[in-house]
């Protein structure tokens, strides 16, 4: 598909494409379900208006363009029809990781470990391409299926930004329960920041709750930056020492001290638990395959002799 501008009229869009539910809605956009009519392929698209690339979305169709990653969304074409910009991108029917958060209260250690694992890679190659998501949370974490972490998708790159190696930026941007320290403390910072986003994530997935949670933004600010951990007995009695060790890597308030994803992605546990996870997978996968075969062989007809 083409990644470059192309320019249409509205009817000559929907002659190609057919639009179905409104999935998704922000300040300067709304996000479709289509089907494309030839291939009745599903697509997502992402109908934004000039004024909102303007201010947000340039980033975001800037830093699509040159992404090309199992674990992140893929934009396939773009149109400019009038004063909008029509994004056709990957479809994730599984809903976000958020909605399989609050439907499961809480992950097993190998599911949240391979969760994160199948991140931290997709992390390191935006970061391979000098680009800092600075946004990261389950609700821009999609699943191509419901209840199916083995295909997640990272999304909406919206205050997404290309940084050199050894450069910095300032910029106050992201969701306050997921922000690093040093952007609520307005200092320089890197790719880091996606580091600190990664262990607040582990740890909701382990506990159902965010490590640093109040009501009032300059509390919670304040306690981000204060970055004292707690580990509540009700959700962490039965996780273990090593998952815990390995949240206290990520979310540590000096970045220069925070774990990088190098040395996460060698972490004895994550790698453990992880394989631990792709076994049961596998496992599962044999039984449904043993118990089709079984059904099948009972639904055969007798043949009369």
Same mark, same amino acid.
């Given at each position: 598909?083409?990644?470059?501008?192309?320019?249409?009229?509205?009817?000559?869009?929907?002659?190609?494409?057919?639009?179905?539910?409104?999935?998704?809605?922000?300040?300067?956009?709304?996000?479709?379900?289509?089907?494309?009519?030839?291939?009745?392929?599903?697509?997502?698209?992402?109908?934004?208006?000039?004024?909102?690339?303007?201010?947000?979305?340039?980033?975001?169709?800037?830093?699509?363009?040159?992404?090309?990653?199992?674990?992140?969304?893929?934009?396939?074409?773009?149109?400019?029809?009038?004063?909008?910009?029509?994004?056709?991108?990957?479809?994730?029917?599984?809903?976000?990781?958020?909605?399989?958060?609050?439907?499961?209260?809480?992950?097993?250690?190998?599911?949240?470990?391979?969760?994160?694992?199948?991140? /931290? &890679?997709?992390?390191?190659? +935006?970061?391979?391409? %000098?680009?800092?998501?600075?946004?990261?949370?389950? *609700? !821009?974490?999609? @699943?191509?299926?419901?209840?199916?972490?083995?295909?997640?998708?990272?999304?909406?790159?919206?205050?997404?930004?290309?940084?050199?190696?050894?450069?910095?930026?300032?910029?106050?941007?992201?969701?306050?329960?997921?922000?690093?320290?040093?952007?609520?403390?307005?200092?320089?910072?890197?790719?880091?920041?996606?580091?600190?986003?990664?262990?607040?994530?582990?740890?909701?997935?382990?506990?159902?709750?965010?490590?640093?949670?109040?009501?009032?933004?300059?509390?919670?600010?304040?306690?981000?930056?204060?970055?004292?951990?707690?580990?509540?007995?009700?959700?962490?009695?039965?996780?273990?020492?090593?998952?815990?060790?390995?949240?206290?890597?990520?979310?540590?308030?000096?970045?220069?001290?925070?774990?990088?994803?190098?040395?996460? /992605? &060698?972490?004895?546990?994550? +790698?453990?638990?992880? %394989?631990?996870?792709?076994?049961?997978?596998?496992? *599962? !996968?044999?039984? @449904?395959?043993?118990?089709?075969?079984?059904?099948?062989?009972?639904?055969?007809?007798?043949?009369?002799?």
């Amino acid at each position: 598909m083409n990644k470059k501008t192309q320019h249409l009229t509205k009817k000559e869009f929907f002659l190609k494409y057919e639009k179905k539910e409104l999935v998704g809605q922000g300040a300067f956009s709304n996000v479709y379900r289509i089907v494309e009519h030839k291939s009745q392929k599903e697509y997502c698209l992402k109908i934004q208006s000039c004024k909102g690339i303007e201010e947000n979305g340039k980033n975001e169709i800037e830093t699509l363009s040159v992404l090309n990653h199992p674990n992140v969304t893929k934009l396939y074409e773009m149109y400019k029809i009038k004063n909008k910009m029509f994004l056709v991108m990957e479809y994730a029917k599984g809903g976000s990781l958020m909605d399989l958060i609050e439907e499961k209260s809480r992950f097993t250690e190998t599911e949240a470990a391979f969760v994160i694992l199948i991140l /931290l &890679k997709a992390l390191k190659y +935006l970061h391979s391409k %000098n680009i800092i998501h600075r946004d990261l949370k389950p *609700e !821009n974490i999609l @699943l191509m299926n419901s209840c199916d972490i083995t295909s997640i998708l990272i999304t909406d790159f919206g205050f997404s930004k290309f940084l050199q190696e050894n450069e910095y930026t300032k910029t106050f941007c992201g969701t306050a329960t997921y922000m690093a320290p040093e952007i609520l403390k307005q200092e320089e910072y890197d790719t880091s920041v996606d580091i600190w986003s990664t262990g607040v994530i582990l740890y909701l997935l382990l506990s159902g709750l965010p490590p640093f949670f109040d009501y009032s933004i300059p509390l919670l600010h304040r306690k981000i930056m204060n970055g004292k951990l707690y580990f509540p007995k009700e959700q962490f009695s039965t996780i273990s020492k090593r998952a815990m060790k390995l949240i206290k890597h990520f979310l540590k308030v000096n970045p220069k001290e925070r774990i990088t994803i190098d040395q996460a /992605l &060698k972490n004895t546990w994550l +790698l453990k638990k992880s %394989n631990e996870f792709i076994k049961q997978k596998l496992q *599962e !996968n044999k039984q @449904l395959e043993n118990g089709q075969e079984m059904n099948g062989t009972k639904e055969k007809p007798k043949l009369n002799k």
